[in-house]
């Protein structure tokens, strides 16, 4: 063996050992994360980095946070820092194929799995059907988050204004 196919194997192992980290993924065999590897890539970001950019067309992929955190800006306001291994952005242009809603940028050094959807339909049929449901079932799970925060936020919103009314 060459030391380049030894060092293409260590890398492919360390990067295999970072996908475990995200929680969604830790239970998987390497033999599947080698097979999800094939589809997605890993990527590292300095400080201020533009990750996705808002408005511009939508692709197909997904990304999840290994280290590191990301401020999603809209209209240039900050909506959220995500900052846990295993937090997920870009997957409302996946959901529904429309331009991007929000732009996303590193705060310090940041690491992301970036899965390629449509690629997930190029493995055999078990892993296409496992890796889709892992996929989709984060998104589900990210979505009533999401609505439960935006449901609060409403709900204190409106007796903030019913109290200034009242004033």
């Not at 080698?34 to 400080?47: F, G, K, M, N, P």
């Not at 992929?61 to 401020?71: A, E, N, R, T």
């Amino acid at each position: 063996m060459t030391n380049e196919d030894q060092d293409f194997l260590k890398e492919n192992t360390d990067t295999v050992q970072q996908m475990r980290t995200i929680p969604a993924l830790e239970s998987f065999s390497e033999s599947d994360l080698r097979q999800l590897l094939a589809v997605s890539r890993i990527e590292d970001y300095t400080d201020g980095d533009l990750i996705l950019s808002e408005d511009n067309a939508s692709d197909d992929q997904v990304f999840y946070l290994i280290s590191g955190k990301v401020k999603v800006m809209k209209g240039g306001r900050e909506l959220i820092v995500l900052r846990r291994t295993g937090d997920v952005f870009g997957e409302i242009g996946v959901i529904t194929g429309v331009a991007r809603s929000a732009s996303v940028f590193s705060a310090g050094r940041t690491t992301c799995l970036i899965v390629k959807v449509s690629h997930i339909d190029h493995l055999d049929e078990t892993s296409r059907l496992t890796f889709k449901y892992l996929i989709y079932r984060s998104f589900a799970e990210i979505m009533a988050n999401r609505l439960k925060k935006t449901t609060a936020d409403l709900m204190a919103a409106r007796q903030e204004i019913e109290h200034l009314r009242t004033k």
